[in-house]
C-alpha cells in the first residue's frame, strides 16, 4: 500500500532561497563557497521532501533543515583522517594506524614529500637509479641477508612470494600454521590467489620433517612457514625449524630433485634480540635468516615501530627475481613510505637509540615504573580539571597489550588512569571525547569506568586528555 502524502506539508518546505536566509546560514559569510551552502540547502530540503512522500506527516520547520545542512556542512569541512590519542593501552593498535613513527622518519617524509629527491635518481652516477636501493643495504645490515625488497605491506609480500616461486605449483605448509590475520589475510586464500596449491601437512597441533619429506613431488616449489603471530599453540605441539627445512630441501636437491625454496612469513619483523621479545617467543628476522630461510618477509609497522611495508629479505638470486615481478611494480612503496622505512632502519643501527627513539619499541619496552609516574602526572591534571563532585580519578594497575596480531601471550603490565563518574557516565563520556573533540580520545571502558592507559600516551597528550574530560563535565553543567 502506498501511504497516504500530505500534500499540506509538501507545499510548506521552505525554499532554498529561505535555508540561505536562516542566521546560521548567514553567518558562514564567505567561509563556505556559495555553491557548497548551496547544495547542502537543497540536499536537506529533498531529504525532507523524501521523508513527506514516503508516508511522514508534518514537515521539518525552516529552522531543523537550516539547522541539518549546517551539521553537514561543519562535518564536511573536518578531515575525516585525523591524529586520535590513543589511551586505549594496544600498542600497535591496526584500527588506529599500528605504529607512530620516530621523530627523525616524520622529519624525512616532510622533507621528501614537500619537494623533489633521489627517489630514482643517483647523484653518485648522475643517473637513473632504483628506488629499491635506499633500504636494501640497511636492511641487508641488520637482518644478516644477502638481498632485500619492501612493497606495500607483508600481505602484498605475500603475494608476490607466492606469485613468483609457487604459481601453478605446490607450496607445502603446515596445518597448525593456516593463519587467519584480521581483516580477511588467510593463508589459504592468498594461496588460491596465487595460483598456487596448497598442500596441508601435519596435524593442527603437531607436524613433523616427515610430514613434509612425505608430501615433496615432482611439483613441488616451496616449504612455506607461517609465523603463528596472533596466537600460540600451546600443550602437546610440535613444529619443524626453517633449519630443518632447509636441510630437507637440500638433501632433495643432492638426490637429484628440484631447487625447493624455504620461505617463511614472520608477520611481526623483530629486529632486536631484547626482551619483551625473547621470553615472548617472537624470533629476530636474522635468527630465521641464519637458520638457512631462502626468503623471509615481514611488515614494517608491526613490532618494527615504521611505516606500513612488507620487507622480503633472503638470497639474492630470489631477490632478484622478485625485483623483476611485475607485481613488484604495482606494489611497490611510494616516496614519503620509503623515507619513513630507511629513517627508521637507520635507528636501528644503534641498538640502545632504537628502543629509546622508535615509538613501538619505547612503549613496548617502559617500565612499568616509568609508566606509573606518567599515569599520576595525569591523574594530578585529570583532577586539578574536573570538580570533585563530578568524578573521581585514580592510578591503577592494569595490563597492556602489543596488539597489531603481536605478542598475543604477553601481559605488559601497566598503570592507567581510572575514572569513576558521579555525575554523567563512563558510555557518554567515550562517546563525547571520540566525537565531539577536534582530537578525538580513545581510552578503554571498563564496567561503568573509563580508562586512560599512560604506556600509549605520547608526550604532551596527557593535557589534551585533561582538557577533553573538562569539556564533557562543562557539557553536563550548561
Ligand atoms: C600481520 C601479518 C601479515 C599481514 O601483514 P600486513 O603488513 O598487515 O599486510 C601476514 N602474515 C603474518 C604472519 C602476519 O602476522
Known sequence: MTPTVNQEALRSLPSVNEILETPGFAMLGDIVPHEFALAAARDEINEARRSILAGRETAPTTEEISAAALRKLRLMNQPSLKRVINAAGVVIHTNLGRSALADAAVKSVVEVAKGYSTLEYSTQNLARGSRHDHCESLICTLTGA???????????AVMMVLNEFAKGREAIVSRGEQVEIGGSFRIPDIMAYSNAT??????????????????????TAMLLKVHTSNYRLIGFTESVSNKELRQLAAR?????????????????????????????GEPTVSSIIAQGADLVSFSGDKLLGGPQAGIIVGKKAYIDRLKKNPLARALRLDKMTLAALEA????????EQALRKIPTLAMLTETADSVKKKATNLQKLIAKAIKPDMAEATVVPEISRAGGGALPMFDIDTFCVQVVFTKGDALECDRFLNQQLAVPIIGRLKKEMLLFDARTILPG??????????SYFKTLEA
Open 252 to 280: 632433495h636437491k643432492e638426490n637429484g630433485g628440484q631447487d625447493i625454496i624455504v620461505y617463511e612469513d614472520l608477520g611481526s619483523g623483530v629486529l632486536l634480540d631484547v626482551e619483551p621479545f625473547r621470553s615472548a
Open 198 to 219: 596448497m598442500v596441508e601437512v601435519g596435524a593442527t597441533n603437531k607436524t613433523r620433517l616427515v610430514d613434509y619429506e612425505r608430501a615433496i613431488t615432482p611439483e
Open 461 to 470: 597528550e596527557d593535557e589534551e586528555i585533561a582538557a577533553g574530560l573538562s
Open 344 to 351: 627508521t632502519l637507520r635507528i636501528y643501527l644503534d641498538q
Open 146 to 156: 644477502e638481498a632485500a625488497i619492501a612493497v606495500n605491506n607483508n600481505a602484498a
